[in-house]
C-alpha cells in the first residue's frame, strides 16, 4: 500500500479555501474510516470556491458556469460509440425489464427490494475511457464482440428511486451500439449477443463504493497531497480481469510532483495520483500510484461466439478451434497497474 | 412502459397486446384473458418485483403465451455465480430441439472478487415450442465458464434463470467429474394451491428421495450430460414443471487435468 511521503507535506496554507477543502477531505476520510454506515447522498456539492483552491488557474478554467468541470468529450477510438444519454436509457430498461427475473439477487445484496420500476437515471453518466488499444480482431464496421466491448470505454450509470442514495450502479459498454430500444422502452438484444453490462446493486447498510465526482476527486486530491490538481480529471477503466467497471480511476495530474510510499517500503515520485471509490466502513483507500512499470500488454482469452442456426456441436468444434490468446496492448500514457495509496495519519 | 398502459391493455383482452406484454416481462395483474385463466401479476405495484408466471399454467396448450409461436421472444436474465472467481467468460446459449443455437448472451465482466456473479441478458426467441400437444418442448439452456487460459472453469457453479416463459430453464453447468453443483428449483406459478410437493427427476426418472427445492448433483463420466427437471404438484393433483437444467461433465483425460 502507498501512503503519501511524508505526512508534514499536507498543505500549510489555512486559508478560508484550504479550511474548507481540509474539511471536505476530512469527511470523506472519516467516512471511510469511521466506521459510518450511512451514505451521503446526495454528495456533498463541491463549491466554486473549493475547486478554485484545489486547481491551478489555468487548469480552473475548466469549471463550467454550473461549477462542476468540464470535462474531456470520449476520445475518438476508430469505433462508434453510444452517448451518456443513450447509456442512462439502457441502463433504466435493464433494470425495469431484465433484472427484476433475478430480484432476489439484487435484492439481497442491496439488502431491501430495488424498486425496479422506479429508476431513474441520476447525477450525469461518467465515461470512463479504456486503457488500452483495440482488439487485433475488432471490426469496427461490425457489432463489438463481448470481449472488446469490456476491454472498452465504458458508461457508469447511477440510478435511483424517488429518493435517496443510488439503488443500482450499472456499467454500460460505450461499444453497444447494436442495442435498440422498442417502442415501449425495452432492449432490443441482438439474437447473439453480451457483454454490454455490469449490474451492481447498491447495499443500503453503507457497505457500498462510491466513485467521487470529478469535483469531490479534485478537491480530495489537493487535500492529500498538498498539490494543486493541474488538469481537468480524467476517468480511466480498468482491467476487467482484475477490478470490476466500478474500480475505475480518476487520473489526477498535480503541479508539481509528490512523493508517495507503499507500507512495503517502495516508494515513487509522481505528478499523477489516482483516485477510485472507497468501500465505506473498510480502510481502503481512494489514492493510488501508478506501479514505476507498467505492462505493455495484457493477455485475454477470445473465445468466438456461436451463431443463429448453427449446430452446437459444430459451434463447439469451432470453438476449440477458434480460441485463441489475445495480446492487448496498453495505450501510451495509460496506466492499468497500481499501488494502493492512502496517508499517513 | 406505465403501469396505466399496461391496465388498459390488459382490459382490451387482445391476444396481440397480451402478448406484446409478455414479450416486455411486465404485467399487471387484471381478470381472466379470452382463454378463461387468470392473470398473474409479477409484480408488486406497492414496490418491488416478486415473481410469477404471467399467466395460470392449467392449460397451456391453449394458451399462445405460454406455447409462444416461433418467432415470439423473451426477454431473460440469468445468473450464474462462480464461487471461487476463476471464470472469466462466460455464455448462456439457448438451443432447439434440433441443438441449433437459437440465441446467445455472453458476459465477459466479472467482479474481481470471490465469489463472482455473472449476469446475462438477452432475448430468447421460442422457436420450437410444441404448441400442438400441449406440451412444452425441451429447449436449452447451455452455461458455460471459461478460464482466461480458454479452459474450461471447473468450479462448481449455480445458474439461476427465471423468465415468463414456462419452458423456463434452470440451466447448465459444466463441472469436472469430481465437482457437484447445487440446482435449486423455485416455482412462480401463485395459483398452486398448496400444499405443494417437489420431485427432481434425471432423464426422466424420477430420483427416490429427492424431494426438497434443492439437489445436489455429481458429475458423471468425462463428457457426459444429464438432464434434470424439477416438478411441482400442488394439493389438487396440478403438476408443472418449474424448472430443467442439463448437468455436463467436462471432458478431461484424467482427472487430475480437470483442476
Known amino acids: 500500500m502507498l501512503v503519501a511521503h511524508p505526512a508534514r507535506r499536507w498543505p500549510t496554507r489555512r486559508s478560508v479555501g484550504g479550511r474548507l477543502v481540509t474539511a471536505v477531505a476530512s469527511v470523506l476520510l472519516l467516512a471511510a474510516c469511521s466506521g459510518d454506515r450511512s451514505i451521503s447522498w446526495p454528495e456533498p456539492p463541491v463549491t466554486r470556491a473549493q475547486l478554485t483552491e484545489a486547481m491551478t488557474p489555468e487548469a480552473a478554467l475548466a469549471i463550467g458556469p454550473d461549477d462542476r468541470l468540464l470535462l474531456a468529450a470520449p476520445p475518438n477510438t476508430g469505433r462508434p460509440q453510444i452517448s451518456g444519454v443513450q447509456a442512462g436509457a439502457f441502463a433504466v430498461s435493464l433494470a425495469k425489464y431484465y433484472l427484476p427475473y433475478t430480484n432476489t439477487h439484487w435484492d439481497s445484496e442491496r439488502g431491501k427490494p430495488v424498486d425496479y420500476q422506479k429508476l431513474a437515471v441520476c447525477g450525469s453518466p461518467l465515461y470512463a475511457s479504456s486503457p488500452f488499444e483495440r482488439l487485433e480482431i475488432d471490426d469496427p464496421a461490425a457489432r463489438a464482440v463481448p470481449l472488446q466491448k469490456a476491454l472498452g470505454p465504458l458508461w457508469l450509470v447511477n440510478l435511483c428511486g424517488p429518493s435517496g442514495p443510488p439503488q443500482l450502479h450499472i456499467a454500460v459498454s460505450a461499444y453497444s451500439t447494436d442495442l435498440r430500444l422498442d417502442a415501449s422502452g425495452v432492449i432490443e438484444f441482438p439474437p447473439v449477443s453480451g457483454g454490454d453490462f455490469f449490474p451492481e446493486a447498491v447495499p443500503i447498510s453503507g457497505l457500498s463504493e462510491e466513485l467521487p465526482s470529478a469535483e469531490a476527486a479534485v478537491v480530495l486530491s489537493a487535500a492529500l497531497t498538498g498539490r494543486r490538481v493541474a488538469a481537468a480529471p480524467e476517468l480511466i477503466a480498468p482491467f476487467y480481469i482484475n477490478e470490476s467497471p466500478y474500480g475505475s480511476r480518476w487520473r489526477i495530474t498535480l503541479d508539481r510532483p509528490v512523493r508517495l510510499r507503499a507500507t512495503s517500503g517502495e516508494s515513487i515520485e509522481t505528478s499523477e495520483i489516482f483516485i477510485r471509490r472507497t468501500r465505506l466502513a473498510q480502510p481502503v483507500s481512494q489514492l493510488w500510484g501508478p506501479t514505476p512499470v507498467q505492462p505493455e500488454s495484457v493477455d485475454v482469452v477470445y473465445i468466438p461466439q456461436s451463431r443463429v442456426g448453427e449446430d452446437y456441436n459444430a459451434y463447439l468444434a469451432r470453438r476449440a478451434a477458434e480460441t485463441r490468446t489475445l495480446h492487448v496492448r496498453r495505450l501510451p500514457n495509460m496506466p492499468i497497474s497500481f499501488l494502493a495509496g492512502g496517508i499517513l495519519p | ?259
Open chain 2, 1 to 259: 412502459m406505465s403501469i396505466n398502459v399496461l391496465t388498459r391493455s390488459c382490459s382490451r383482452h387482445s391476444n396481440e397486446l397480451i402478448v406484446t406484454m409478455a414479450l416486455s416481462a411486465v404485467f399487471v395483474g387484471c381478470g381472466p384473458n379470452e382463454h378463461g385463466l387468470s392473470q398473474k401479476c409479477p409484480y408488486d405495484t406497492a414496490g418491488g418485483w416478486p415473481v410469477g408466471w404471467l399467466f395460470s399454467q392449467n392449460n397451456p396448450a391453449s394458451c399462445p403465451i405460454n406455447t409462444p409461436p416461433g418467432g415470439r421472444s423473451q426477454a431473460y436474465s440469468a445468473l450464474a455465480t462462480v464461487p471461487n472467481g476463476a471464470a472469466t467468460n462466460g455464455t448462456l446459449i439457448f438451443l432447439n430441439q434440433n441443438s441449433n443455437v437459437v440465441s446467445e448472451s455472453s458476459t465477459v465482466f466479472n467482479t474481481g472478487g470471490s465469489p463472482d456473479v455473472w449476469t446475462f441478458v438477452g432475448r430468447y426467441t421460442a422457436g420450437t415450442i410444441a404448441a400442438a400437444s400441449g406440451t412444452i418442448g425441451q429447449d436449452l439452456a447451455v452455461n458455460t465458464l471459461t478460464k482466461n487460459d480458454g479452459s474450461d472453469a471447473t468450479a462448481t457453479s449455480t445458474l439461476t434463470y427465471r423468465s415468463s416463459d414456462p419452458a423456463a430453464i434452470l440451466g447448465l453447468s459444466t463441472v469436472d467429474p469430481t465437482s457437484s453443483i447445487i440446482l435449486t428449483g423455485e416455482y412462480y406459478q401463485s395459483d398452486l394451491v398448496p400444499p405443494v410437493t417437489f420431485q427432481w427427476y434425471q432423464d426422466g426418472a424420477s430420483l427416490s428421495g429427492e424431494t426438497n427445492a434443492q439437489l445436489e448433483a455429481f458429475g458423471g463420466a468425462p463428457n457426459s450430460s444429464s438432464f434434470y427437471e424439477f416438478r411441482v404438484t400442488d394439493s389438487q393433483a396440478r403438476t408443472v414443471t418449474a424448472g430443467r437444467t442439463v448437468f455436463t461433465t467436462a471432458g478431461c483425460g484424467t482427472l487430475d487435468e480437470c483442476h
